[in-house]
């Protein structure tokens, strides 16, 4: 198979499995953190020239699971509002707090099904505490239980 068609392929692949090519979400990363390519890289755990052949569509997957979660928090740590805002510090922390992860693949860590909503849960939590209240919850929460941690970032941040 021709280079070109053999790209197209696995970019056509991406979009199955990951819901949209690699490459777009890697230069989301970039941009968002302000780092060059090869950092990211070494953020998520993968060789530079592997994290660039599954940028551009030379190759359809990342093989170790824990780089694909690692990319994930990531994605999920450009919500934090420091982050959002582009604070240098918090982009370093978030950056390095994913660096340093070693999260655990498996049956029971990662959803299957589509998200569910969470709205009723969000609503609870607005109802029993403020939102400065939430939030310190959640930087409390967050090295230990992350995705409690991001549920009450979002009932403090969304009031």
């Known amino acids: 198979m021709e280079d070109h068609k053999i790209v197209q392929r696995n970019v056509a692949l991406q979009r199955e499995w990951y819901g949209e090519p690699l490459g777009d979400r890697v230069r989301r990363l970039v941009v968002a953190f302000d780092v060059s390519q090869a950092y990211l890289a070494e953020v998520l755990g993968i060789s530079a020239p ?71 849960a969000l609503a609870a939590l607005r109802d029993v505490a403020e939102d400065e209240d939430l939030v310190a919850a959640a930087d409390r929460l967050d090295p230990d239980f992350p995705a409690i941690a991001d549920l009450l970032r979002r009932a403090g941040k969304n009031s």
Do not use: F, H, Y
């Not at 660096?99 to 498996?106: N, Q, Y």
């Open 50 to 120: 592997m994290l660039s052949q599954v940028m551009s569509g030379r190759r359809a997957k990342i093989g170790n699971p824990v780089v694909l979660a690692r990319m994930i928090m990531l994605e999920r740590k450009i919500l934090l509002p420091d982050v959002a805002a582009g604070r240098k510090e918090a982009l370093r922390a978030a950056l390095e707090d994913v660096r340093l992860s070693r999260p655990r693949v498996g049956r029971d860590t990662l959803p299957v099904a589509a998200a569910t909503d969470d709205q009723p």
